[in-house]
């Protein structure tokens, strides 16, 4: 059952994906990645599987896991087993048995890396240095990846080329935002049926990803506040309309906080122990260090599971605290991840990385690169095909006079 459920999430998933597809079938007879392996770490659901298929039907020898112990999809995991493609992964891995997987990944010798988080990169340039022999470059998916990735570059250790897919205009305007803002919900959602409206939502950074969980908090009825370190993005808060605060005054009478923002910490012990009896506290950021769960579990007086993904504590004043999914990426935990629309986009950019890559990747510098400008704008040509949408087009005399009118 579970290789036919798998089978029927990643056939709907690629269904919805025309861009990718597009993509593919342009490629399909040249066959660019024949002879390459490509090891590959992403949260391992239907949307990634319909990009793993991609690679490998382009030609590449693929090797896989999830880029989070608790975000693979198990029927889709099981479909890709069946299909002969290695992958190591499962929902519910131990830190350990995770680090193990992005090993066997490696162990295959990959030419390019696709990743996410930039766990495989990091290990390639540090326990498997051999990696790099043979490593042509990477494309990494997520802003807390890039991060790590430019402070490589800056500390000047990074030795391979990496296509920074997250920085692209189509990616963090429509992935984070609108991705992570109704992937979020539904992670939400899914793990405490309960009413939204009403609720006091507080939204810990106001980024790409706080900027669309906020507005969709919002479109259902929340009540929301924004924190905020960096004062423009809290000035552009307060303008799109929400109540600004810092967290210790926020968490006060908030129902929900949900952390976005690739920081530590966010909500640590002197914020818990102001909280509501009740609050619910939910990451949507890379990793699980935004909220300080080692600090919650030494405050607990008392822990049970409420619900699947709800882990109920009792602090020392009587007061309960809601954790979902563990602190972990809760629109991936507990959620299906982003919609396929929107993956279909990201792994467009991601497809298109790995191909400049697998035909330049070894004349470019070890950098973290931009996707140029003229692939991402046939992309964007390529989505508004696909949606049947048509666009209008400068006359002559228009690009005259904008090129030359002062
Ligand atoms: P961003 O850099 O656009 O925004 C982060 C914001 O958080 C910034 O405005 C920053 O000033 C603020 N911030 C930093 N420390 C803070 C603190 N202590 N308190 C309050 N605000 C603070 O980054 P983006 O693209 O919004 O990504 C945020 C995180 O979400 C990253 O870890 C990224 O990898 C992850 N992400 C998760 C996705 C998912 O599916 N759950 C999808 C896309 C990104």
């Not at 935002?177 to 992670?187: H, L, V």
């Not at 405490?192 to 006091?200: E, Q, Y």
């Not at 890379?286 to 602090?315: G, S």
Request: aromatic share 6%.
């Amino acid at each position: 059952m579970s290789v036919e459920l798998g089978e029927k999430k990643v056939r709907w998933a690629r269904d919805h994906m025309p861009v990718l597809n597009e993509l593919r079938c342009g490629e399909l007879e040249k066959q660019p990645l024949r002879g390459l392996k490509v090891g590959i770490s992403l949260h391992f659901e239907a949307k990634s599987a319909v990009l793993a298929l991609t690679l490998r039907e382009l030609g590449a020898e693929i090797a896989a896991t999830s880029s989070n112990p608790l975000t693979a999809d198990d029927d889709v995991v099981d479909y890709l087993k069946s299909l002969g493609v290695p992958i190591y992964a499962w929902k519910g891995m131990s830190e350990e048995e995770y680090v193990e997987s992005l090993h066997r990944v490696l162990d295959i010798g990959p030419d390019i890396i696709v990743d996410d988080g930039a766990d495989l990169l990091y290990l390639a340039h540090t326990e498997r240095k051999e990696v790099l022999d043979r490593l042509i470059g990477g494309s990494e998916e997520t802003t807390t990846g890039v991060r790590r990735l430019r402070n490589m570059e800056k500390k000047g250790v990074l030795r391979v080329p990496v296509f920074a897919v997250n920085d692209s205009k189509l990616k963090f305007i429509f992935d984070n935002k609108y991705g992570t803002g109704q992937s979020t919900i539904d992670g939400i959602l899914s793990a405490t049926n309960l009413l939204v409206a009403g609720k006091k939502a507080v939204v810990a950074g106001y980024g790409w990803v706080g900027r669309g969980v906020a507005m969709r908090l919002r479109g259902m009825g929340a009540i929301v506040t924004v924190t905020e370190v960096d004062p423009v993005k809290a000035v552009e808060a307060l303008l799109d309309g929400f109540r600004v605060a810092p967290m210790i005054e926020a968490i006060r009478d908030a129902d929900l906080v949900v952390t976005c923002t690739g920081d530590k910490d966010v909500v640590r012990d002197e914020h818990m122990v102001l909280a509501k009896d009740g609050v619910m506290l939910a990451n949507a950021g890379h990793f699980n260090v935004e909220i300080d769960v080692a600090a919650l579990e030494r405050m607990a007086v008392e822990k049970r599971e409420a619900r699947p993904w709800v882990t109920e504590y009792r602090l020392g004043n009587g007061k309960r605290i809601y954790l979902l999914g563990e602190g972990r990426l809760i629109n991936l935990v507990s959620g299906q991840g982003h919609p396929a629309e929107i993956m279909d986009i990201s792994f467009s950019l991601q497809l298109s990385a790995v191909l400049l890559l697998a035909r330049r990747g070894r004349e470019l510098e070890p950098r973290v690169y931009n996707i140029p400008g003229d692939v991402e704008e046939e992309i964007a040509k390529l989505i508004l095909r696909c949606w049947g949408v048509e666009i209008d087009s400068l006359t002559e005399e228009q690009i005259r006079y904008l090129s030359e009118e002062f």
